[in-house]
Every structure is written in C-alpha cells, then in structure tokens.
C-alpha cells in the first residue's frame, strides 16, 4: 500500500469535527462566543492547541510571542419597552472600541439614516446612541458612520447591516474588522431588532433604552503563534508551510476552527502512518 493510500485510511475526519468544536469552550462572552487576539479565551485556547500538539506527537513544537492591543468584548446588551408595551431584551454584536457600563445604564436611541454629516442636520446626538443602517460592500466600511458619529458626541453607534456581508438572516448579527480610534464606540444589531427601534421611532426623535455593555482594548498584550513541526529527512531547513487563526467572532466554527483541526489532524495522520517529508 502507497503511502497516499495509507494517509486516506487513517485520515479521521471525526477528529478535526470534534477539536474544531473543542475550540468553542472558551470564550470572552459566555452568550456570544468571541476569542479575540490577546483575550484571556484567545490564549486558554492556545495553550489547548498547543497540548494537542503535544498529544498528536509533533517532534517540534515552540510559542512565538507577538504583541497585539487584545479586546475583551463580554456583553452587549439593551433593553426597552417594544411596541405592544412589554419589556424586551436584545443582544448586540460588537467592534473592537472601548464602551463599559456599571450594569445597565439609561440612553436615548435616535436614528440617523447612513450616519453621513447631511443626516445629522438639525439633530443634537450628544451622549446618545445612533443607530445607522450600513452597506459595508457596496458602499463604505464601519468606521466611517462611526467617526462621524463620534465627532457629534454620540455615546456609540449601533449599526444594522443592510446589505452586502454576511447577510444570512434577519436576526443574525453582524461583524467586521473595524478601522478607527477605539475611542469611537461601534456597536452590531440584527435587521430584525433594528426595524422594531425604527418603527418605534416613528413620529418620535428618540427613544428609552437601557444599554448594558462591556468592550474593553488592552493595548499592548502578549499572545503567541503556535507552531507545530515535522522536519523534514534531506531538507529540514525547508519548510512547507500550513497557517490558520485560532482567534474569532462568535464560536469560530467556520472562522477559523475548521481550518485549525484540519491543519493538526493532517500532522497527526502523517505521525501515524510514518510519513516525513523530503
């Protein structure tokens, strides 16, 4: 049997289901997910890679510190009276901004169309939370409605996808790599809860919220690329090279843990048939 043969054999596509799910217990907002670079999840998950290296066998194995400003984003959350007068309570996606309440903290919610300088006019937003509506694809990226809002003394933004990515359904949230200050605060709503806010805001120029929410950029931490090595029998100072990231949005399934499991689970089929490379 070639050794081709022999890796299709022993290749355990259960394996790689099974760590890329493994990869989801940690993380830095227990409803959410998220595991950012330099986040307290980000590095237990790391260190969990790395045993899993260790267990699979990989004859070379070294951490490589990096620093990077790591986000904590724990949770976003608001909630209001709706249309038929009852309490509800709806999660928000985040950016990577600065933005933390004692607990859950009273603000006005006002609507400024794509968040341009033309939608401000005549709108005092000092201190209150702009929701815009955003096309990061055919139009611009997030932190420019954020800016902008920001120059205007909003308390943050909370912007509602539109269009363009990740459009999968109308009570998904949305997020993105943000370009701005993090001084800019950026907050995500689903379509859904962002038309009952706009049908309440019908006739009114804003409405009650209560907002409770915890975003925090540490610059300036440490985390590490974790690297796992076969070397190889005539060339060991030649690499091929496999790379993925283990930090992530929300749980991270299929960005990235998908691409880490298969990364370690063709290692570990490799060791078990024997293979080393030229």
Request: contains cysteine; negative net charge; aromatic residues 10%.
């Amino acid at each position: 049997m070639d050794m081709q043969e022999k890796y299709r054999q022993q290749l355990d596509i259960s394996y790689s289901y099974h760590l890329a799910k493994r990869m989801e217990k940690h993380r830095t907002n227990e409803e959410l997910g998220y595991r950012t670079a330099g986040s307290k999840a980000e590095l237990a998950t790391g260190e969990m890679l790395e045993q899993e290296m260790h267990t699979i066998g990989f004859p070379i194995i070294h951490k490589d510190a990096i620093t990077v400003d790591a986000w904590e984003f724990e949770r976003a959350k608001m909630t209001f009276l709706n249309e038929k007068g009852e309490e509800e309570t709806i999660q928000l996606g985040a950016y990577q901004t600065n933005f933390v309440t004692d607990g859950p903290e009273c603000y006005s919610v006002v609507y400024a169309g794509r968040g341009t300088l033309q939608d401000y006019e005549g709108m005092d937003v000092t201190g209150k939370l702009v929701l815009v509506d955003i096309n990061q694809r055919d139009e611009w990226w997030i932190n420019y409605p954020v800016y902008q809002a920001h120059l205007k003394g909003a308390a943050a933004v909370i912007a509602a996808q539109t269009g363009g990515y990740g459009e999968v359904d109308e009570r998904a949230l949305n997020a993105q790599d943000i370009a701005g200050p993090s001084n800019a605060p950026a907050f995500s709503i689903a379509r859904h809860d962002a038309d009952q806010l706009k049908k309440m805001l019908q006739g009114r120029s804003e409405v009650k919220v209560l907002f409770d929410a915890s975003t925090k950029v540490i610059p300036a931490q440490t985390t590490y690329n974790i690297v796992g090595e076969i070397p190889g029998k005539t060339h060991p100072e030649r690499r091929i090279m496999l790379s993925a990231h283990y930090d992530s949005y929300f749980d991270g399934f299929q960005d990235d843990n998908t691409a880490i499991s298969m990364m370690l689970s063709m290692g570990k089929t490799l060791l078990e048939i024997g293979y080393q490379p030229e």
